[in-house]
Nanobody
């Protein structure tokens, strides 16, 4: 199995940027597709972005396209989420997740096998 630890969350003004990191330990990092999902208060957890095992393919939720970028460095066992032009509606706990579905870019919560503890992102207006 793999253990995931997110970092980089915080408070930022609308229009600002943050970069989230997720460090993995345990099994070989490249054995997993990786994703970022988020959960706002009172809402269900939702897909944000995913990246395949070698970083060659990515997918994004429509509401973050053009603003967020997912990337990974397998040599550092780390996946990133660069978030630009943040909006108040991006406020949520952001979770890093790992999936054994290597042939896909998982977009459903049930497609992910391991989860981090989450990091809070708050965007003020």
């Amino acid at each position: 199995q793999v253990q995931l630890v997110e970092s980089g969350g915080g408070l930022v003004q609308s229009g600002g940027s943050l970069k989230l990191s997720c460090a993995a330990s345990g099994r070989t990092f490249s054995d997993y597709a990786m994703g970022w999902l988020r959960q706002a208060p009172g809402k269900e957890r939702e897909f944000v972005a995913a990246i395949n095992w070698n970083g060659g393919s990515t997918s994004y939720a429509d509401f973050v396209k053009g603003r967020f970028t997912i990337s990974r460095t397998n040599a550092k066992n780390t996946v990133y989420l660069q978030m630009n032009n943040l909006k108040p509606e991006d406020t949520a706990v952001y979770y890093c997740a790992a999936s054994t579905l290597l042939g896909l870019l998982p977009s459903k919560t049930y497609e992910y096998d391991y989860w981090g503890q989450g990091t809070q992102v708050t965007v003020s207006s």
